[in-house]
């Protein structure tokens, strides 16, 4: 989608393989294919784009806000009209089963309607009238401009739209390219697009980042870069941008969160929302637990539960019932976890559950590890799929310790009951991350709280209320007294 048209191409095609087929999970399926767009054709989105937004040609940016909304609301109402054909691609894309596809589609629905009503009430609060000084100043929010934005494939409908929805509604133009996997998903929505924004206003293209997004970068004239996914690939971007240093980031990075399960946790709890936390689409969320620490007295305990219950865990294709594992998207994933398991039993650590590792061609069952010690990559990586470390402590100094250290900061979950010892606890820990999760794993909904993390998790704060703020900037018009 280009200049408000839908474009065919006749170039280089990528084939699109599912992970999945009907009788055997691991088997990859070929789906269809995909246009995998070069600089010409990127670089024309860019120049859709910056025509957009700086002639205000289909007046997107300069657009009354009650219009604006107008054809959001048109867009959210085609969306839903499409909820199977996209519940369907995400199943048999990216391998996430039947209620978290659901779930994801209709989080996304709630997400662009919660975002237009706090589109009004922001534009109710900021669009003021101030006085200071014989200085009159008439306020509001505005866009900041041309916005690159890249999409992760563990949510590319909803981490998608959550980039891409605020910085629309704001009055940015936008150009989109979603992952490697789930691409095919948008198609369903690209008329509703078409139908709903001024050209211009949105663009989305497929293709290789180095062959389209590079070459969009390098050209300058982005002035956000937004972006769900990992830091080499946004620092890449970003140094390829001739004037780095006035670009503005909004990215949604690596984190590697830990749950602390103190000795007093109760334990059924804390075993449950472990599971959740380390194997909920089998472990492939930014916000997944990627590192357990048991407290030494009650380890054993813990350990011999928790595994039994992730043995119990359904493998199976994502439209089956009960199915909790389902096929990995990333062909490459068994192997670089293979390496992590290697890599860490080599150095001392057992695996604890009896299905822990087993393959079937590109699925790999989660592996439970213990003891993990800090010279392995399974402590450092963030392993993004199933393989669960787990860290026994005596002090709660060693862990607090290690999440000093690290280069992540998004959240923890903290299970423990008595409450004079949790609350200085949660003192400590909510300055080292942005999210403490009191007997509960790791996430990032509800959609109306801030997402962000410190040091290499992210830069600015997604949610519908902060990322309306990441994407706009405060202008106004001032005069004199005279
Ligand atoms: O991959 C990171 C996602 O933001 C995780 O979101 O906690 O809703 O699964 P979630």
């Excluded at 590697?256 to 449950?272: G, Q, S, T, Y």
């Excluded at 299970?415 to 010892?421: A, E, H």
């Excluded at 509800?446 to 309306?468: E, I, M, N, Q």
Aim: contains cysteine; glycine residues 6%; proline residues 6%.
């Amino acid at each position: 989608l280009v200049d408000g048209e839908l474009k065919t191409w006749t170039g280089e095609t990528s084939q699109v393989y599912s992970t999945i087929s009907s009788t055997e999970p691991y088997k990859p399926t070929l789906l269809g294919t995909i246009p995998t767009l070069g600089e010409k054709e990127a670089l024309d989105a860019l120049n859709s784009a910056v025509t957009a937004y700086d002639k205000g040609q289909g007046l997107w940016p300069t657009m009354k806000v009650v219009d604006r909304i107008a054809c959001m609301e048109k867009f959210v109402t085609q969306m839903k009209t499409k909820r199977d054909e996209v519940v369907k691609l995400l199943m048999w894309e990216i391998g996430k089963n039947l209620p978290d596809s659901e779930k994801e589609f209709d989080r996304t629905v709630d997400y662009v309607y919660d975002t237009i009503e706090d589109y009004k009430q922001m534009d109710r609060d900021s669009a003021k009238f101030e006085k200071h000084a014989g200085v009159n100043a008439h306020i509001r929010r505005g866009p900041l401009g041309v916005v690159l934005c890249l999409g992760p494939y563990n949510y590319p409908l909803n981490e998608t739209f959550a980039l891409l929805i605020p910085a629309l509604i704001m009055g940015n133009s936008i150009i989109f390219k979603p992952a490697k996997f789930g691409v095919l998903l948008l198609s369903p929505l690209l008329e509703a697009f078409q139908n709903s924004f001024p050209k211009g206003a949105v663009n989305i293209i497929y293709g290789r980042g180095r062959t389209v997004a590079s070459p969009i970068m390098k050209d300058g004239r982005v002035d956000v870069l937004a972006l769900i996914g990992n830091s080499k690939s946004a620092n890449a971007l970003q140094n390829v941008h001739p004037k780095s240093n006035r670009l503005r980031m909004v990215l949604g990075l690596e984190a590697k969160n830990p749950a602390i399960v103190l000795k007093d946790a109760d334990l059924d709890l804390a075993i449950n929302e472990c599971i959740a936390g380390t194997t909920s689409f089998n472990g492939q969320r930014c916000t997944a637990l990627k590192v357990l620490y048991v407290h030494e007295a009650i380890v054993d305990e813990f350990n011999k539960r928790f595994s039994e219950k992730v043995d119990a865990l359904k493998f199976g294709n994502p439209w089956e019932d009960g199915a909790k594992l389902t096929p990995l998207p990333e062909p490459d994933k068994p192997a670089y976890i293979q390496g992590l398991i290697d890599d860490a039993t080599a150095k001392g650590a057992k695996i604890i559950n009896k299905k822990g590792g087993e393959t079937t061609d590109n699925y790999i069952f989660p592996a439970v590890l213990y003891p993990v010690t800090k010279d392995m990559r399974v402590y450092e990586e963030e392993q993004f799929g199933p393989v669960i470390p787990v860290i026994s402590f005596s002090d709660i100094e060693e862990p607090l310790d290690d999440m000093a250290a690290s280069n992540y900061g998004q959240q923890v979950s903290l299970f423990g009951k008595d409450i004079k010892t949790l609350a200085p606890l949660i003192d400590v820990l909510v300055n080292l991350v942005c999210r403490v999760n009191l007997n509960s794993s790791c996430q990032r909904g509800p959609d109306v709280y801030p997402f962000t993390g410190r040091k290499d998790s992210a830069v600015a704060t997604l949610s519908v209320h902060d990322a309306l703020r990441s994407f706009s900037i405060r202008t106004f018009v001032a005069s004199k007294d005279n």
